[in-house]
């Protein structure tokens, strides 16, 4: 039998036929049943071969088809199709399983055996889970849906999230996750319950298993190809995958049975013999052999070596006669092993030779080559795995792996494999071409194995996990190294990895890096890495792969042609690769106890810095003009000495290296200080953008506390160290200021530009400021620190929460307790801030909740400092500084000199931190002190500061005005020679002596002292030639620094003898002084402030002060303005004047603009009531005016030249929703619940227009009802006009113009010139006199028969159409646009397509839908609503003329016109002749509404005021009897009975008598002296009684045949409740959890992006292409069907709100805001969002005014594609 199935693979066919036909043919059950009793033998030897003999004829039956995937043997082909083969495998497997058995029943069987303690479900990307903080041990832990939601949560910090790799469900694994955050389900420990499982049920599995899993990976052999090296072979692969995918499924499903299967499974992956006898190659079976030659192969390709007994074994293949390609293959890999890399393929880059030299040198000294390519598979899990990797991590395996993790022994099992193969991952990964996916799996792997402490500890100590990692890690970036060009270009030995690589590029390291940090975080894992030296020298050899890595040059001359984007990357990688881990280790060195860690890291940290020097030849200069922002030995040196001396009690000088060291210590970091400082001069600005984007992410909330903050500490250090003088003359330099510090007035500065020295001295000063007031390493508590840095950002700007959270850099280790949205930040955050909740603005942007710094923060809290160090735009400290001064509400014009604030800041922190009281102050003159810059005595800033200089030598240019007036400088400096005690300085450079040795120059206080005055020590050297020569020359300053505070004050106050020292008024002051810890105020006082600490801090300074201010200065001439002063001066009076000119300018533009709003927004306003503007009303002139925006001509419209409103025409079906109930229907969130439209009034009026159509005629149908509550066209205007001929040439005008988006000029649409609200059309007006007028107002006494009879003849006139005007053309126009904005379904309800009755309906229909709307936007009352916005800008006057127009075109046959029937008794005869067609509407089936818009409409234009009344009156008798009818249709007898004996019925209702009287129903004196009746508003034509038996027999013929349609058509929906859109449930998780895994009804999926409709419920695909109809998608298609365009849409995946309207969409925010009133688009934060009622009814208002187009504003087409 093996041998007939060897040869079916060999490829003869025939051999197909020769299997037993009777074996294939037996019933499988009863084999299955037979085998099964034959094992459970105690001798089942027999039985057991027999399985075996039958397995390997099934399963080989399938063969040829893996063949045919891999491609050669195609021609391999066999019986049957190619899946039959494999059904049939699967098939037989289930049988043998289940023993004879139903497969189902086995399952079911097998499931009651589960202990489920853990969930375990795993799930791929995309997929919705939790994540608590509260209830997660380790940050990683996550929760399905279920398990979250059947747990309790409440309170707790807990967000959604989707998943981006996919991930596990931790339920029930107290590793991960608190007991008390378990579900229901799994809180049991039910193991203790479960009985346990009978030998037999599984004893067939643990047969047919091993030879599957074998089979299987016989196929993952058979298809794999080594991808030949120009085409990638994912196909193949993927070919191969997809022909496995039954067996891979048919797996996974065995993994769901439970526990006990889980654990068969266990074992046969994991037992070793089995693995052994099946797979090694051995017997005679050739088939087997190719298979492990395949296998072997594959190794080899891979770059590994199968460790044990190659040759022995290579010599019996061969002498099998089989390929010798094996023994090559062996004998070749034996020989790689000794050298360093097997691998070539991985070394494409350009710097091949560099990077293999490199490699060399660090792999040698690696503890085992063996890590990176010896594997040996011992078991089916191990190899199983190996192809898992091979076939680049397929899903299908990914799951099946995990999904067997709920079994302990698996487990641990795994996770030992999966670091046995970590560095083979790793090749793998770097040569994968989708490596984003790949990541992607590997983390969903690794993330469920190495979250566990316990797995990672045991797996550290059994399996050297930290050695591989490390090893790994340094191999994959060793792949990517470049030579570094920092300092000494030519002769620099170091290497750093190259940003440009796609390994970097990609962040394909993420993955390893990720598992990484995740170990670290668990402290007996860390432990380790810290107590092993050789991991720490290997881990800082890694690191300084990216010391000095992303090497900016500065460009001189040109710009930079290409701006290269590397800097991501760099930056990415340090955050990721190096801080990361960084801040896992410091999380574990937080007491006493681990100090010896923090030695070791600091240790060989030193010297890994140290040798960094070297290999770049460092001495003591930074190479000018380069800067790179990556330091990661820097900086760990700083973060570990910073958790030293803060957390462990070390001592600082115990971990701190030499002098020297600290000296190049110092260097980088200061250069990237100076370097942003340079960037923000502009000085880098031929660099391109990317430069500032560096210095950006250098300050920005992610980086900052791995980048900055540890760069200022670590200048700190050695500021406090180092020489004072060497330190503050070095920042100089670096700054390039030096020879900016001069009194000289010209100086020279060979380094700068002079646009750039002010600038770069702020940067400076800025610099030692915040180096002299930052605290965040020293000493701070996490909870200052988070307070320090919230007040920071709350004063550049009101933040909301998920900012805030965003741009406080969070404590980076997650086991810190100071996670944002902990409760110390809550706690921190209502301290300092207020929360201003979002307001509404109507039709304004909507607001999110904010958060603004309470006043007492802006009064005590703020600290200029920390905002100019966390800013990442130059505009926020400015944003911070104007509001703090317009809080404090001081006039800060006197300080806007930066300089000056940190020059005299700088005075005032070295006098607060000065030494002690000077006990004697006289004996304190300069005694044995170091050698200081000769300018002062002493280092004491108190006593210095009234140290008087007489003199000064200066070397200046030539050029200088100081030389001419100077005698000789030869002969000066000789006679000055011996004055050197008196204070004449002496020149020093700077530069030489700081190179000699480390020179004392400049005192730190004196430096900062002489800023006041500009000193100047030196320059440097000049470039020879092109400066002028330099001479020195002596000044006479006689000034010290006291008297140059008191002469500021005196500048800045403007006032000569400002000064007065208050302890001469009050001496209090110098006994119990009260220094505020915290002052506000401008530099005057701030001067005042420094003067009098001074005096406090000595008595001599006190006395020096009144000197100085007794000397009364005389009044100072005018020749001492200099120019410069005076153009301050006069800058500052322009500046004033301007000021005052520009608010008289805008206080007239306001004025102006003000009247010209009063008159635009009144052009034509009607102030009458509805029924006047429903005829005309026009204002009391001959004529009304109208002025054109566009050419600003007034005058009135006339035929030839009409004027017309600019009026927005758009289709609606707000009508159409409204219900008889008031409260809104309820948005579904479960199956049960279901919107039904029946009730709508659009459905009602459709279900009575064709009952109507049914049994009454045509023509006579459409005159009886009213269309347009769907599709109606509404029409709304801005209430602007403008010439029609005007607005033509404005249209090409647009048309011509193509920038402007958001609208079609094509479809007429445009925005109106004036008020720029969007328009599509423009209503002529008709030229109207004052003659209407007094028509209107004319009393009439005629009695109303005559007036029926008028109205009946003037109805009776066909209106002959005007002759051809302009205006007539545009009233056509106009009509015809009208039409077309609604559709053509919702214009045609004749069953005669094209009738005219058509026309007719739709266009009264028009008129009605207008008037309705407007009824609705008064809430459904005339008289309390008032008039809406809309009344003063109504365009219904100018509507009713184009309509009137167009109707009395169709005359209606005398014969049908209802005037008649409502007003005439007809003789009865007439009614019988014509029977055989269908009959007329009957009169009281009409609808009365629609009569008095026909009745009204068919008049000539304008109507008189009588024919009005006399057409309401009769129609109101109609009406009347309508309803009686109605209501005695409802009524029962007896109710009948009772109302013809009660009588009247009173009703009292203020706005019927009211609506009466205006329309004169009502005679007036009527209304006060009886109770108000309706009926007796009625005023019958004819006899009533006869009127009204004429319109009921019309029914009775009707009802006797169909009573039922005739109860129903005569009782009519009166009154319609206001439209409201669904009501949304108080919590968006109930409508998430319900439709984000709903399926569409149209095409059973799940949609990707599904979306409901807010109107009616709908639940639609967005841009699903599954459900397009005609290159419709869904929203577009529901929004026409729905909303007759306009579309309402809650997206449910993102929160959002989106409006269709036409042909554009936008997206209108969210209804659904956070506990911090935000929004969450994306949901992205994944927080419990709660519906804001405000926002939903600004949505409502917004639909049902119809003012979606005005109000908002990004618009944009959708293509139909939404």
């Not at 399985?51 to 391999?76: D, F, K, M, N, T």
């Not at 990484?516 to 975080?521: G, M």
């Not at 304004?844 to 603004?852: A, D, L, P």
């Not at 915290?1078 to 002060?1105: C, F, P």
């Amino acid at each position: 039998m093996a041998a007939a199935a060897a040869a079916a693979v060999g490829g003869q066919q025939a051999s197909q036929q020769e299997l037993p036909a009777s074996g294939l043919a037996l019933d499988k059950a009863a084999t299955a049943a037979h085998l099964k009793a034959a094992l459970s033998r105690p001798d089942n030897r027999a039985g057991a071969e027999e399985l075996r003999a039958l397995l390997e004829r099934v399963l080989s039956a399938e063969r040829p088809l893996a063949a045919a995937a891999g491609g050669e043997e195609a021609a391999a082909g066999g019986g049957g199709g190619p899946g039959a083969a494999e059904e049939e495998a699967l098939e037989w497997c289930k049988c043998l399983l289940a023993g004879g058995g139903g497969y189902d029943e086995f399952c079911a069987a097998v499931r009651a055996y589960d202990p489920a303690a853990l969930c375990g479900l795993v799930w791929t990307a995309n997929f919705v889970a939790y994540r608590c903080r509260t209830c997660g041990i380790s940050p990683c832990m996550s929760l399905c849906a279920e398990c979250f939601h059947q747990g309790d949560h409440t309170g707790h910090d807990f967000n959604m999230f989707r998943s981006q790799a996919g991930g596990a469900c931790d339920c029930g694994d107290s590793n991960v996750m608190r007991e008390s955050g378990f579900c229901k389900r799994h809180q049991i420990k039910s193991s203790s319950n479960i009985p346990c499982v009978p030998k037999d049920l599984l004893m067939m599995s643990e047969f047919v298993l091993p030879r599957f899993i074998f089979c299987l990976i016989q196929y993952l052999r058979e298809g794999y190809n080594e991808p030949a090296a120009d085409i990638p072979s994912e196909k193949d692969l993927n070919k191969v995958l997809q022909l496995l995918e039954p067996q891979i499924s048919f797996l996974e499903d065995l993994t769901k049975m439970g526990g006990a299967m889980r654990s068969v499974l266990t074992q046969v992956l994991t037992n070793q013999q089995n693995y052994k006898d099946l797979t090694s190659g051995h017997g005679e079976n050739a088939c087997a052999k190719k298979s492990h030659e395949k296998y072997l192969i594959a190794l080899k390709s891979s770059g590994l070596t199968y460790p044990e007994d190659k040759l022995v074994y290579g010599m019996q293949e061969s002498s099998a006669g089989t390929s010798t390609l094996a023994v090559q293959g062996f004998a070749g890999a034996t020989g790689t092993l000794g050298q360093v890399d097997s691998s070539d393929e991985d070394d494409q880059d350009g710097s091949q030779g560099l990077g293999k030299r490199k490699r060399v040198k660090l792999s040698s000294s690696t503890k085992d080559q063996s890590i990176m390519d010896v594997l040996k598979h011992k078991s089916f899990l191990e190899e199983l795995l190996f192809w898992t990797i091979k076939y680049e991590f397929p899903q299908k395996m990914v799951t099946f792996l995990l999904n067997m993790l709920p079994d302990q022994e698996y487990k641990v099992a795994f996770t030992k494999t999966f670091v046995q193969h970590y560095a083979f991952i790793m090749k793998t990964l770097k040569k994968s071409h989708e490596s984003d996916t790949m990541s992607n799996r590997i983390v969903h792997i690794s993330v469920q194995l190495f979250s566990n402490e316990e797995l990672a500890r045991q797996v550290t100590e059994e399996c050297q996990l930290l050695d591989i990692m490390v090893t790994v890690l340094l191999y994959m970036m060793e792949s990517c190294l470049i030579k570094s060009e920092l300092q000494d270009e030519e002769n620099s030995l170091h290497v750093v990895v190259n940003c440009g690589e796609a390994l970097l590029k990609n962040n394909t390291y993420w993955p390893l890096v990720s598992d990484f940090i995740n170990i670290l975080s668990h402290q007996s894992v860390a432990k380790r890495f810290l107590e092993d030296h050789g991991l720490l020298v290997t881990w800082m050899n890694f690191v300084s792969f990216f010391q000095g890595m992303n090497l900016n040059k500065r460009e001189l001359n040109e710009h930079v042609e290409f701006e290269s984007q590397t800097y991501y990357a760099a930056f990415a990688a340090e955050l990721e690769a190096c801080a990361q881990p960084m801040w896992g280790l410091l999380s574990h060195c937080k007491v006493r106890e681990t100090q010896e860690y923090t030695r070791n890291v600091v240790r060989y940290c030193l010297e890994a810095l140290q040798d960094w020097f070297d290999a770049i030849n460092f001495v003591d200069e930074p190479a000018p003009n380069q800067v790179t922002f990556h330091l990661p030995l820097h900086r760990y040196y700083a973060m570990f000495l910073s958790k030293a001396v803060k957390c462990q009690e070390l001592d600082l000088d115990s971990v701190l290296p030499d002098q020297e060291m600290l000296m190049k210590l110092m260097i980088h970091p200061l250069q990237i200080q100076a370097s942003l400082a340079e960037i923000h001069s502009n000085m880098w600005v031929r660099n391109g953008l990317q430069i500032k984007g560096q210095a950006m992410t250098y300050v920005q909330s992610h980086f900052c506390n791995s980048m900055i903050d540890p760069d200022i500490y670590l200048l700190q250090v050695c500021a406090s160290r180092l020489d004072p003088d060497y330190f503050i003359s070095s920042v100089f330099e670096r700054f390039k200021v030096v020879d900016l510090l001069t009194m000289a007035s010209q100086h020279q500065n060979t380094v700068l530009d002079a646009e750039h020295e002010r600038s770069m001295l702020e940067g400076a000063l800025t610099f030692l400021v915040i180096l002299l007031s930052l605290r965040l390493h020293l000493g701070m508590s996490d909870d200052e620190i988070l307070r320090a840095e919230m007040v920071a950002q709350l004063c550049m700007n009101d933040r909301t929460h998920s900012s805030l959270l965003d741009l406080i850099p969070e404590n980076p280790n997650p086991k810190s307790g100071i996670i944002p949205g902990s409760y110390s930040f809550e706690s921190v955050l209502s301290a300092v801030a207020d929360f201003k909740a979002p307001v509404f603005e109507p039709g304004g942007s909507m607001q999110q909740g904010m958060y603004t710094p309470k006043a007492e923060v802006w009064d005590q809290e703020f600290d200029p400092v920390m905002v100019i160090l966390r800013t990442v735009y130059r505009r926020d400290v400015q944003s911070a500084m104007d509001r703090y001064t317009a809080l404090i509400l001081m006039d800060h014009q006197n300080l806007s000199e930066h300089v000056l604030c940190m020059v005299l800041y700088l005075i005032e922190l070295g006098l607060e931190n000065s030494a002690e009281e000077e006990s004697d102050e006289e004996a304190l003159v300069g005694g044995p002190e170091r050698c200081h810059d000769s300018w002062f005595p002493g280092s004491n800033l108190v006593s210095n500061m009234r140290h008087f200089i007489n003199y000064v030598r200066v070397r200046v240019p030539d050029t200088a005005p100081e030389v001419k007036r100077d005698s000789p400088a030869s002969t000066s400096s000789d006679s000055l020679g011996s004055l050197q005690n008196s204070g004449t300085a002496q020149v020093f450079s700077l530069v030489a002596e700081r190179r000699k040795k480390f020179q004392e120059i400049i005192n730190r206080s004196s430096s900062e002292a002489n800023q006041v005055v500009r000193p100047k020590t030196s320059s440097k050297w000049s470039s020879s030639g092109s400066a002028p020569q330099l001479t020195t020359a002596i000044l006479e300053i006689k000034e010290s620094i006291l008297s140059l505070l008191i002469k500021l004050h005196h500048k800045l106050s403007g006032k000569q003898n400002s000064y007065y020292p208050p302890w001469l008024d009050d001496i209090e002051i110098l006994i119990q002084p009260e220094i505020p810890k915290y002052s506000h105020g401008d530099g005057i006082t701030a001067v005042e402030r420094i003067l009098l600490k001074a005096a406090l801090q000595s008595r001599m300074n006190k006395r020096i002060i009144e000197e100085i201010c007794k000397k009364v200065t005389p009044p100072v001439p005018p020749k001492k303005i200099t120019a410069a002063e005076k153009k301050t001066l006069d800058k500052e009076e322009r500046r004033q004047k301007a000021r005052e000119r520009q608010q008289k300018l805008l206080a007239e533009f306001a004025s102006r603009q003000k009247s010209f709003m009063e008159t635009a927004m009144d052009v034509d306003s009607p102030e009458n009531d509805i029924p006047m503007e429903i005829t005309t009303a026009e204002p009391q002139v001959s004529e009304a005016v109208y002025d054109c925006v566009i050419c600003g001509q007034s005058g009135p419209s006339s035929e030839d030249r009409p004027t017309g409103l600019v009026v927005l025409l758009q289709a609606s079906s707000v009508l159409g929703q409204c219900r008889d109930s008031v409260e809104p229907k309820k948005l579904p969130i479960t199956e049960e619940e279901q919107i039904y439209p029946w009730d709508t009034c659009a459905a009602v009026h459709d279900v009575r227009l064709s009952l109507l159509q049914r049994y009454f005629k045509d023509s006579s149908c459409l005159l009886a009802v009213s269309i347009g509550w769907e599709g109606g066209v509404y029409v709304q205007t801005c209430g602007h006009t403008l010439h029609i001929d005007c607005h033509k040439s404005y249209m090409e005008s647009l048309r011509n113009d193509q920038v402007l988006q958001g609208f079609s000029v094509d479809k007429g649409e445009f925005t109106c010139p004036l008020c720029r609200q969007f328009a599509n059309s423009v209503l002529p007006c008709y030229p109207g006199s004052n003659i209407e007028n007094n028509l209107w107002q004319r009393p009439s006494n005629r009695n109303i028969q005559d007036l029926m009879k008028e109205v009946e003849e003037l109805q009776g006139r066909p209106g002959a159409f005007p002759s051809e005007t302009n205006l007539s053309k545009e009233m056509e126009s106009v009509m015809k646009d009208i039409k077309n904005t609604t559709q053509k379904k919702y214009r045609d309800y004749s069953k005669t397509p094209g009738s005219p009755d058509n026309d007719f309906l739709f266009m009264y229909s028009v008129a009605r839908t207008n008037l309705e709307l407007e009824l609705i936007h008064r809430g459904g009352n005339l008289c309390s609503g008032g008039a809406s916005t809309a009344g003063k800008r109504s365009c219904l006057n100018q509507l009713f003329h184009v309509l009137a127009l167009h109707m009395r075109l169709y005359s209606i046959d005398s014969e049908y016109n209802p005037w008649r029937k409502l007003t005439q008794l007809e003789e009865m005869n007439s009614q019988l002749g014509n029977e055989e067609q269908q009959p007329e509407v009957p009169i009281l089936y009409h609808d009365v509404t629609s009569l008095l818009l026909i009745q009204i409409l068919m008049m000539p234009q304008p109507l008189h005021k009588d024919h009005f009344t006399c057409i309401v009156k009769v129609l109101f008798t109609l009406l009347y009897t309508q309803a009686l009818a109605a209501l005695s249709v409802k009524c029962s007898e007896e109710d009948r009975s009772a109302w013809k004996h009660v009588g009247a019925l009173k009703k009292d209702e203020e706005e019927f008598s009211v609506l009466a009287s205006c329309l004169g129903l009502l005679p007036t004196f009527h209304q006060t002296e009886h109770p108000f009746i309706s009926a007796s508003c009625l005023d019958w034509p004819v006899p009533a009684f006869d009127i009204i038996t004429q319109w009921c027999c019309e029914i009775k013929s009707f009802t006797e045949r169909h009573s039922e349609q005739g109860k129903a058509l005569l009782i009519q929906e009166s009154r319609w409740k206001l439209p409201h859109l669904l009501q949304l449930p108080e919590n968006y998780n109930t409508i998430f959890q319900y439709y984000h895994r709903k399926t569409c009804s149209v095409c059973t999926k799940v949609p990707k992006d599904p979306a409901v409709c807010l109107v009616c419920g709908t639940f639609v695909c967005l841009k699903g292409l599954c459900c397009k109809q005609q290159s419709y998608c869904e929203c577009v298609l529901h929004s026409q069907n729905c909303g007759a365009g306009t579309g309402i849409f809650l997206l449910i995946n993102a929160s959002v709100i989106i409006i269709i309207r036409g042909h554009r969409f936008c997206l209108w925010g969210s209804v659904y805001l956070d506990a911090h009133g935000e929004e969450d688009r994306d949901l992205r934060r994944g927080k419990p969002l709660y519906i804001c009622k405000e926002r939903y009814k600004v949505l409502e208002q917004q639909w049902i005014s119809h003012t979606f187009d005005h109000i908002n504003k990004r618009w944009g087409p959708h293509y139909n594609g939404l």
